[in-house]
């Protein structure tokens, strides 16, 4: 499957945006995804992720309760609602995809994804 990611750009503090990622080659119906996003010198981190066969849906803690991941099937487009954004949550966001229904310790590492998109930058400036 290819994943590609788009909607990054340059905000301010308390601004939202709408991350997308549509896929072609395998529905998001299937499977679970994921978003991560990584800052210079770190590793991927994850941010939220989605187990498409029962719904659950989990979150890292600093984005709980601001952030949202939501599906239109009729694009295959998987969305990720940043509302509330903080200067913490700058860096590039990436889109992960498997086909298997990870398991909760398996769901929030970027190794159980085998497929992933090209990213896209998030800027939030005071």
């Known amino acids: 499957v290819q994943l590609q990611a788009s909607g990054g750009g340059m905000v301010h503090i308390g601004d939202s945006l709408r991350l997308s990622c549509v896929a072609s080659?395998?529905?998001?119906?299937?499977?679970?995804m994921a978003w991560f996003r990584q800052t210079s010198g770190k590793g991927r981190e994850f941010v939220g992720g989605?187990?498409?066969?029962?719904?659950?849906?989990y979150y890292a803690d600093s984005v709980k309760g601001r952030f949202t991941i939501s599906r239109d099937n009729t694009k295959n487009t998987v969305y990720l609602q940043m509302n509330n954004l903080k200067p913490e949550d700058t860096a590039i966001y990436y889109c992960?995809?498997?086909?298997?229904?990870?398991?909760?310790?398996?769901?929030?590492?970027?190794?159980?994804?085998?497929?992933w998109g090209q990213g896209t930058q998030v800027t939030v400036s005071s």
């Open positions: 989605r187990r498409w066969t029962d719904g659950s849906t």
């Open positions: 992960a995809s498997s086909s298997n229904r990870l398991i909760t310790s398996a769901l929030r590492y970027p190794s159980s994804y085998p497929d």
């Open positions: 080659g395998r529905a998001f119906s299937s499977g679970t």
